[in-house]
């Protein structure tokens, strides 16, 4: 449902962030989603809810073209020799 969506934000162009600055942009942002998944966030009212509720977010999608997906997940480019970055596997 659109009133459920969060937008962190659009990276604009012309030359795409470096891994550093993705991360730099991408912490804060997951960071408050694990401690509402974690935890939850409590409403002291709502519509529906005059006594208040906790929610609870999670991630479901991330919208990119394969080049932002790879450097999303930390994985390799897609002229690298290797997939992973970490663990250099072929």
Known sequence: KPENMYLAGIIPG???????????????????????????????????????????????CLVCDLPAARKAAQLAGPTSHFYCTACHCW
């Open 14 to 60: 012309p030359s795409e962030p470096s891994g550093d600055q993705l991360n730099y942009f991408l912490d804060p942002v997951v960071d408050d989603l694990v401690d509402s998944w974690e935890r939850g966030i409590r409403f002291s009212r709502t519509a529906l809810q005059a006594h208040g509720r906790v929610t609870r977010s999670a991630i479901a």
